[in-house]
């Protein structure tokens, strides 16, 4: 039989969720909170599920029973603080049930694009009627900086459009949806050939600031830069001077180095960008995948098996 189990979740949960839980060990006492009203139950707590933009470091320092977190976000910036690293607290993610959305928001910002939906929106609001330039997503290219489950969602959608799909990774290996692969001492080479570049990199501290004024130089005046990573991993003020210098065509931006963003960023009237409000990873489907994956790991924990999802606290994922 399973042991009893404390666990603590900083986000409400479904009937269905709780017994997928209990389906897995039966006798787990379940608390859903919020990270204000978290401090009257982290005492007790063995597990505790939250998000990894949440600043948990208070209730960790009061947890003496906890053996692990697990973010209900792939990110975890906010979660691998210096105490958390230096514990033998595992701490995994939701790295791997994102792919889906994130993918189709990046093909529904590069079909706008194309068929200029930016511009015919404005226009639909002004009522202008006036035909603007098109173009087919068929047979462009596609750069993907950071090839983990999500840039693998997203060459996978992309090369069923017909898009030609390149990548840097570290390693190469053998992906089947993707047609070359280039090295990081090669990503000048690779974003000169895309005529979009998708930023799905983690947040770490080698990737924050990591897109600057001479990546966006490096591409093609008629290409589009879409980050669905994390803000932090494009220097913002080096994309703006880009837009402006008309150094790439455009920006489909879902995060932001601060937000939201500031109603003071020219990035709003720009013509040329699309922003969303950090929603591409956002679906009805979400809570389910993520319990359905956090479930399937407690068996694992339970029964002292390699669990997944595990982040390398000294690499940030």
């Known amino acids: 039989m399973a042991p009893a189990l404390n666990i603590l979740v900083l986000n409400p949960l479904a009937d269905r969720h709780i017994e997928k839980i209990n389906n897995v060990a039966p ?10 009203d978290a401090r009257q139950h982290i005492g007790d707590a063995d597990i505790l599920i939250t998000w990894g933009w949440m600043d948990i470091r208070t209730l960790f320092q009061n947890a003496p029973k906890l053996k692990w977190v697990h973010a209900l976000s792939a990110g975890v910036e906010k979660l691998n603080f210096p105490d958390m690293q230096a514990s033998d607290t595992i701490l995994t993610n939701s790295k791997g049930i994102h792919g889906i959305p994130v993918a189709e928001h990046v093909l529904s910002l590069m079909l706008a694009f194309t068929r200029g939906l930016n511009l015919l929106i404005r226009q639909q609001q002004q009522k202008i009627w006036k035909r603007v330039p098109t173009e087919e997503i068929q047979d462009k290219t596609i750069a993907i900086v950071g090839l983990g489950s999500i840039g693998r969602t997203i060459a996978k959608k992309a090369k069923g459009l017909g898009m030609n799909v390149i990548a840097v990774k570290r390693e190469i290996t053998t992906e089947i949806f993707v047609d070359e692969l280039y090295t990081p001492d090669r990503i000048y080479e690779m974003l000169a050939e895309a005529d979009f570049v998708v930023a799905a990199l983690p947040l770490t501290e080698e990737t924050n600031g990591f897109f600057r004024l001479e990546h966006f130089q490096a591409m093609k005046r008629s290409a589009y830069f879409i980050n669905i990573a994390r803000g932090a991993v494009v220097k913002e003020a080096d994309l703006i001077q880009a837009l402006e210098q008309e150094l790439i065509q455009g920006a489909g931006l879902d995060v932001f180095d ?18 969303t409000p950090h929603l591409a990873a956002l679906s009805p489907a979400y809570l389910d995948r993520a319990m359905k994956l956090f479930a399937d790991n407690l068996g694992r924990f339970i029964q002292h098996a390699e669990m997944e999802n595990v982040v390398d606290k000294a690499k940030g994922y």
Request: hydrophobic share 40%; aromatic share 4%; charged share 20%.
């Open 258 to 275: 601060h937000e939201p963003l500031s109603k003071d960023s020219s990035l709003w009237a720009m013509p040329n960008v699309i922003l």
């Open 27 to 36: 006798d787990t006492v379940i608390h859903t909170t919020n990270l204000e």
